[in-house]
Structures are given as structure tokens and as C-alpha cells.
């Protein structure tokens, strides 16, 4: 059975530092593994996803997961953090019939 | 804009009422997915359909149905609506079912139940 497991409910960070959001997933199998944000009342958007290929996956707007299988975890990482990142974010992993949702890391920005 | 449309927007009904929701997704994807999600239950899977076939269940309620039209269409039925069931609610499509192909998710649909 696949799952995800968020680390972190809440993750608040300043401006220009630093982002790391955790995720830790179970697959029986070599996992499709994705994150997603959610902004308020809206829509989720794909940020990155690993389907097996480089371990290290670049995103949209400077995201980036590195895939360890060693350790079962896809944690995202964002150099510096900007006021438009505040946000939620879902870790998913995908078998042939569904995608398993993480419960979302809520991401609060500081100026 | 993710290509993946839902109507209506915004639907505010009464108790015991029945409501559906309707989902066009991207052009060229088989697969529908349905997604409910509120403050209390986080975001919770509810069905896949792939190319008109029912292909997974998740934590549907006997009350809520779904099919897939031969046009790829999805509607998503809710009956005997209860205040609970007030969430947003998200369709989402993908080419095939899961593995390597990501989602795309339309701006949802918010339901309010009074």
C-alpha cells in the first residue's frame, strides 16, 4: 500500500531564507512521487514530480525535492523564501489506480 | 488555467437537497478524479473514473455517486445533503490512471450547505 507522511503541519520561515518541507512516503514499489501547492481557495498547481529518473527534480518558482530511497523521503527544499510561497503543500504518491495525499504542510512567510 | 473546468463555482443549498456538480477535464485525459476538501477532514479522495469505467473508491458516502460520460465528462451527485458535506469540492484529470502521470486540478467547486 502507498502512503505519504507530512513531517510538519506548520512550517513558518522569513522571507529570503531558507525553505524545507518533509515528507516521508511507504511504497510497495518504485513510487511516482509529486508535490503540490494550494493557495488560498484555489486550485492545487503540480510544483515537481520523480517518476525514477535524476533524483534531484527541479520545480516551478525555484522548488526543488531530492528523492532518497535509502531514507523513503521527498523532502522540498527552496533556497530563499519569497512572500508568494505562503501557501499549502501536498506530498503525493501515485500506484496505477490513485494518488495518496499527504494532510498538507500550511507554509507562513515572514517579511 | 490548468484545463480542467468545473460548474458551478459556487453552490449554496439546503438540507436534504441534491446538487450536481460537473467536471470537463483536459483534452485528451481519460481519467477523472473527485476530491473533497474542508477544514475539519483535510482533503479526501472520493473516485476515479477512467474512460467511462469506475476504477477506485475512496471515502465516498452511499449518498454520493459519479459517472463518466462517453464525452469523458464527469458529474459527481450529492443527495440528502447534510451540513457537513459544505466543503470545496475539486475534479481532477490525468491521461491514464495514476503512475507516472501527474494530475491537473480545476478551481473547484465551493458547496454550502444551510
Known amino acids: 500500500a502507498q502512503s505519504v507522511t507530512q513531517l510538519d503541519s506548520h512550517v513558518s520561515v522569513s522571507e529570503g531564507t531558507p525553505v524545507l518541507l518533509r515528507c516521508n512516503y511507504s511504497?510497495?514499489?518504485?513510487?511516482?512521487l509529486f508535490w503540490y501547492v494550494q493557495h488560498p481557495n484555489k486550485g492545487l498547481q503540480l510544483l515537481l514530480k520523480?517518476?525514477?529518473?535524476?533524483?534531484l527534480v527541479k520545480g516551478i518558482n525555484g522548488f526543488e525535492a531530492e528523492f532518497k530511497k535509502s531514507e523513503t523521503s521527498f523532502h522540498l527544499t527552496k533556497p530563499s523564501a519569497h512572500m508568494s510561497d505562503a501557501a499549502e503543500y501536498f506530498c503525493v504518491v501515485s500506484d496505477d489506480r490513485q494518488f495518496y495525499f499527504g494532510t498538507g504542510t500550511s507554509l507562513t512567510v515572514i517579511p | 488555467d490548468s484545463g480542467v473546468t468545473q460548474t458551478p463555482k459556487h453552490l449554496i443549498t439546503a438540507t436534504g437537497q441534491r446538487v450536481t456538480l460537473r467536471c470537463s477535464p483536459r483534452s485528451g485525459d481519460l481519467s477523472v478524479y473527485w476530491y473533497q476538501q474542508s477544514l475539519d477532514q483535510g482533503l479526501q479522495f472520493l473516485i476515479h473514473?477512467?474512460?467511462?469505467?469506475?476504477?477506485a473508491k475512496g471515502n465516498i458516502l452511499e449518498r454520493f455517486s459519479a459517472q463518466q460520460f462517453p464525452d469523458l465528462h464527469s458529474e459527481l451527485n450529492l443527495s440528502s445533503l447534510e451540513l457537513g458535506d459544505s466543503a470545496l469540492y475539486f475534479c481532477?484529470?490525468?491521461?491514464?490512471?495514476?503512475?507516472?502521470?501527474?494530475?491537473?486540478f480545476g478551481p473547484g467547486t465551493r458547496l454550502t450547505v444551510t
Open positions: 473514473y477512467y474512460n467511462g469505467e469506475e476504477r
Open positions: 520523480y517518476t525514477s529518473a535524476a533524483t
Open positions: 481532477a484529470s490525468s491521461v491514464v490512471g495514476g503512475g507516472i502521470y501527474e494530475q491537473y
Open positions: 511504497s510497495s514499489y518504485s513510487p511516482s
